[in-house]
């Protein structure tokens, strides 16, 4: 019989903390190494060859380390040497109660421990062109909150001055009435800086789009996202977003798994007969929870059952039984989210309880599991 061997991997920029174990279910695991060493794969490959010649027996060898900063560099890097390696997506891992020191070592530990016992859930790896994706879409993202701050500090600048605008912002009328201000010659120039900024970053999120609708139009996402983009609230952005941070949406049993995938479910805090719901768990993929949750947010403005004319043109093109179920989802949710407004829910929460469900429909339509999210 092969011996087990977990190998728990703390990883930074500057250095990896190794820690060795055996699992003993009937005593204490036994500690082989806990050592810290350069940042060089080929240092794991020795630390896992020294551990073989200390035990001498066959062995069954699994490394992992945290979702971080590394990315999925390291575990391709050790899936090439012939290393079985997984990453632990942090907000799953089996934690020590009660911890008053946090080490590399007790880090390192901590996570051959999870791997012996199965206290973590793996974090998806998904393909190179979704990797790129991905990240192609987060930084768009990143430039986009730039923007946001942009506006944040020109509003800033004229409430400061004495000035405050009533109507909608960032249309032609407000930006003929910032034009319109009366201010000092400085003032006049750091107006205009900012201003100058803001048409920079406004093109630049414009051009991002449209290489986002390139993206989109490939083989091996167009037609998923041609479905997606059915849902109100969902356009391209969104759609491609899903399908390259999720990957194969059948790795999820039902719709509500995946919503808890994404931290969109409830948390409890229950003991005896005493139940004490918390807010969502905020776990797994926050940067998609929080797209969806901005999605929902388009959800629960106007009629029930009204389609604008972008939405008909999503929708043009898709087959009977993929616009009738996304149209089912659309109203469904509208009338959620106004029933929980009526019943004294606040907005947030509401919202928030759309996205959820949002998710599982989403995951219906991609499982083609149309009707039973």
């Known amino acids: ?68 900063c590394l990315g999925f560099s390291l575990y391709h890097e050790l899936v090439k040497k012939g290393i079985r390696c ?31 016992y199965g206290g973590y859930h793996a974090v998806h790896i998904p393909t190179d062109k979704d990797d790129d994706v991905k990240v192609y879409l987060r930084m768009r993202d990143d430039h986009k909150q730039d923007l946001k ?34 201010l000092s010659e400085l003032d006049r120039e750091t107006l205009g800086e900012y201003l100058i900024t803001y048409e920079y970053q406004t093109n630049r999120i414009e051009s991002f789009d449209k290489r986002i609708e390139e993206l989109a139009s490939e083989t091996e996402y167009v037609e998923k996202v041609k479905k997606l983009v059915c849902f109100l609230g969902v356009k391209t952005h969104t759609a491609l977003s899903c399908l390259v941070e999720t990957g194969d949406f059948k790795r999820f049993a039902k719709g509500n798994i995946y919503a808890a995938y994404l931290g969109l479910v409830p948390g ?46 999503r929708q043009y093109g898709n087959p009977p039984e993929v616009i009738a179920y996304a149209d089912k989802a659309n109203e ?18 509401a919202v928030t309880a759309v996205a959820r469900e949002l998710a599982c429909f989403i995951w219906g339509m991609m499982t083609d599991n149309i009707g039973t999210a």
């Open 332 to 349: 469904r949710l509208r009338r959620k989210y106004y029933r929980m407004i009526r019943h004294g829910k606040k907005r947030n929460i």
């Open 268 to 313: 409890e805090d229950s003991s005896s007969d005493s139940i004490n719901r918390l807010p969502i768990t905020k776990a797994g993929n926050s940067h998609l929870r929080k797209l969806l949750t901005e999605a929902s947010g388009g959800i629960c403005k106007g009629q029930i059952g009204h389609k604008s004319k972008d939405l008909k043109a």
């Open 86 to 116: 997984v990453i632990l997506a942090p907000t799953t891992m089996m934690t020590q109660q009660g911890k008053r020191i946090k080490t590399d070592k007790r880090d390192a530990l901590m996570i051959a421990q999870c791997l012996a």
């Open 149 to 182: 701050k942009t506006k944040q500090r020109i509003s800033a600048f004229c409430l400061s001055q004495g000035y405050h605008y009533d109507g909608g912002k960032w249309t032609q009328a407000h930006f003929k009435w910032l034009k319109a201000l009366e």
């Open 1 to 68: 019989m092969k011996r087990i061997l977990r190998i728990g991997m703390d990883v930074h920029s500057t250095n990896y903390t190794l820690c060795a174990i055996e699992p003993r279910f009937d005593g204490d695991d036994i500690i082989y190494a806990n050592i810290k060493v350069t940042p060089e794969p080929d240092n794991i490959v020795q630390f896992i060859e020294n551990i073989k010649k200390k035990v001498k027996d066959e062995c069954d060898i699994l490394c992992g380390y945290e979702a971080g």
